[in-house]
């Protein structure tokens, strides 16, 4: 046994990284095999991968299943893409006038201030771009894309996502907030982040000081199945909504992490609990190397019509699809008109009628 200048000696040589990176971080750990380093080195070159300590806890190195391994760890499947799977799969591209801003709805924005994240989603539709520097918008980019907002009296909210918002500092976030409250046409912000749930430490009282502006800002987590929601995730959802931070919820169906009854139930039924609304539940894009994730429109749709037997109106988000091409979400138990061989038609907010086929 190793005296004690010793251990200290051998921790500071190997210390547990507070983040995996890296294939090797993730065989020290016991989330991969270690034939896999390699080949998951690859997929690391090509899309990001962070895990913070807090996430791996969660994680049962014992099962092959583990819905919250599933989620963040790599796979070598990434690097298979299907045919028709796309790189934008729901057209980020095509609706962004400027460089961090997506202008896909008459009355809302999307404005990215940041690609980083805290932890990177395996099912990511960004997955390209975020965590890499080169794609990441400038400060110029983002007082361009205020401009344009301010120039524009048909946009009313304005929705922070990237990357996550949280991910910058209190200070940044704090003035960025302000000015686009100084916008007086804009009703509420929101801002789409996993911050809470995957880094609960990040909410401090100086960040919920830095929240706080001249326009109501509402928060939507994303999660995914309810082992997620810890005590430290609890009190932090307290400690916002304390801070007058309303909080709505937004979760991605997916296969082998929580696509049946039991699992969606007691996620929503937490997070009501925790005073969060279950906003939306995603039917998981056509992005590159995300297949072992998705399941048919058909199955995401039964289980949902399972959950109206199971769960109270208050506990039910609206499951939607994202039609490819940036047509805009669609109420999934709605969007049918025909379908056939794997193909259905959706109409878009437009009153459009766009195919969505199968994956």
């Known amino acids: 046994m190793p005296n004690r200048m010793e251990t200290v000696t051998l921790s ?30 690859r997929v690391g070159e090509r899309y990001s991968v962070a895990i913070p300590a807090g996430v791996v806890a969660l994680m049962d190195p014992n099962d092959p299943e583990d819905p919250i391994a599933k989620q963040f760890v790599p796979d070598t499947a990434e690097l298979d893409a299907l045919d028709n799977e796309l790189a934008d799969p729901i057209g980020d591209h095509d609706h962004s006038p400027l460089p961090g801003l997506i202008h896909r709805y008459p009355d809302r924005v999307l404005l990215m201030p940041t690609l980083s994240c805290p932890v990177y989603c395996r099912y990511c539709f960004r997955r390209d771009r975020v965590g890499r520097n080169a794609a990441a918008p400038s400060s110029t980019d983002i007082d361009s894309a205020i401009a344009y907002i301010k120039d524009r009296k048909d946009i009313h909210e304005v929705i922070l996502t990237g990357g996550d918002p949280l991910s910058l500092s209190d200070t940044r976030l704090g003035a960025l907030l302000a000015q686009l409250s100084a916008v007086p046409h804009l009703n509420n912000l929101r801002i789409h982040t996993r911050v809470p749930v995957s880094l609960p430490s990040r909410v401090t009282d100086r960040l919920i000081k830095a929240l706080r502006c001249d326009l109501p800002v509402w928060m939507v987590l994303h999660v995914n199945h309810s082992r997620e929601l810890t005590t430290e995730v609890a009190n932090t959802c307290e400690r916002l909504t304390r801070g007058g931070i309303p909080l709505l919820s937004q979760s991605v169906l997916l296969k082998g992490v929580n696509a049946d009854i039991e699992t969606l139930s007691e996620l929503f039924r937490r997070l009501i609990a925790l005073k969060v609304k279950p906003y939306y539940l995603h039917h998981p894009d056509q992005a590159q190397g995300t297949a072992r994730f998705r399941l048919s429109l058909e199955e995401g749709r039964a289980i949902f019509d399972a959950l109206r037997g199971h769960l109270s109106g208050l506990c039910q988000p609206t499951y939607v699809v994202d039609i490819p091409e940036g047509y805009g979400k669609v109420a999934a138990q709605t969007a049918a008109i025909e379908q056939s061989d794997q193909e259905w038609r959706m109409k878009d907010f437009k009153g459009e009628i766009h195919r969505y086929e199968e994956i």
């Open 12 to 41: 500071k040589i190997n210390p547990t990284p507070a983040v995996l990176r890296t294939a090797l971080q993730l065989d020290q750990a016991g989330l991969i095999k270690h034939e896999e380093i390699e080949a998951l080195e």
